[in-house]
Structure formats: C-alpha cells, structure tokens
C-alpha cells in the first residue's frame, strides 16, 4: 500500500519496534509484523496485532514496570 505519511513510499511487509506509553510506563515490542514504509520507516500494523500490543502495554502497566521489553508473539 502507499504510505500516508510520505505519500511517495510504498510499504513493504517486515518486522517492526512499537513503543507504546501507557500510564506511566513504556512499553517496548520487538519484531511486530508491521507493513514498513520504505521511504520514511513509516510502520502499519493491522488491528488484529494494534489490539494485541494495546493489551500486553495495558498489562504490563498495571504491573507498575516503568520501562519492559517485549519479543512480540502471534
Ligand atoms: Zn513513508
């Protein structure tokens, strides 16, 4: 698909860090299956893994960890 940040870039399926904050914390995902821009990095993940990673970083929140790191996991 085309980037809608760069809007010249075409997006490319790889693997993708998410830094989610969230409460406090922040919330580092490692190799998320992402649509990478590749032009601008730009990364596009679909709703299915945004929903994933919104409740691992609301997990991992209440935990009260300032700072984790994940390996994301289909
Ligand atoms: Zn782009």
Known sequence: ??????KTGETKPGKATVTLNRNGSTVVFKD????ICTTCGEDYTDEEVTERLLELSRETAETGVEVAVHHYVA
Request: hydrophobic content about 50%; overall charge neutral.
């Open 1 to 6: 698909m085309k980037c809608v940040i760069c």
């Open 32 to 35: 998320v299956p992402a649509e």
